[in-house]
């Protein structure tokens, strides 16, 4: 009798489970050329993105499709937690476009683009946060959702753990040149690497 009431019990239990991974949809699909980590399991090719699924990479960067209409790229070597309405960048680089309502969570900062089709280039390094907006501006947030700084298009910044503000160029004809260089090296950086791009204009200057 008791045996029969403990199979009774197991049997809810797993359709409980199984009717809990049934109800949760799929935000989204991601893909690489290569091997990638969902949820500590390896895949190859194409995987279904429910929110909250956590994707790291390796070797080889990662395309991720929201339903949303949000794109993000995963770069080499980074990971990060996928939701419906933002990515919590654990490691490394990602590059998010189509940020409308889209948001991206790294250390104690987030970000969010000002416009629908805002596309921003952020690193995780160490405790440094680097943010880079490609087309459109972003607004940078704190800890409290207090607003720091809005970045223009083609402009970088970087914060620090911590800080209440970032750094940019040093004068108006620097931030100027930065702004030229940055647009083409992000371009050809999100294509190849991610942290290229942001490296390239993020060089040590007084906030």
Same mark, same amino acid.
């Given at each position: ?74 770069? @080499?070597? $980074? ?8 990515? &919590? *960048?654990? +490691?490394?680089?990602?590059?998010? =476009? ?36 490609? @087309?459109? $501006? ?8 207090? &607003? *720091?700084? +809005?970045?223009?298009?083609?402009? =970088? ?51």
């Amino acid at each position: 009798m008791r045996l029969n009431s403990l199979s009774k019990f197991a049997f809810v239990a797993a359709l409980s489970i199984t009717s809990a991974f049934a109800a949760t949809p799929t935000i989204g699909v991601a893909s690489a050329v290569g091997t990638f980590m969902v949820n500590s399991a390896e895949v190859e090719g194409n995987a279904n993105v429910f929110d909250g699924s956590q994707i790291k990479t390796s070797k080889a960067s990662s395309q991720i499709f929201l339903q949303n209409g949000s794109a993000l790229t995963l770069g @080499t070597n $980074s990971s990060g937690t996928i939701y419906r309405d933002r990515v &919590l *960048l654990e +490691r490394g680089t990602t590059k998010v =476009a189509n940020m409308n309502r889209y948001s991206i969570e790294a250390g104690t900062y987030r970000i969010e683009g000002s416009e629908p089709t805002s596309q921003a280039i952020v690193r995780l390094d160490g405790e440094t946060v680097e943010v880079a907006a490609v @087309t459109g $501006s972003l607004n940078v947030f704190n800890a409290k959702g207090a &607003l *720091l700084t +809005r970045i223009g298009s083609g402009t =970088a910044s970087a914060f620090q753990s911590g800080a209440t503000t970032g750094q940019s160029g040093a004068s108006a004809q620097n931030n100027n040149d930065k702004k030229k260089r940055a647009l083409i090296l992000f371009l050809g950086g999100s294509l190849a690497g991610l942290g290229l791009a942001v490296d390239a204009i993020l060089q040590p200057t007084s906030p």
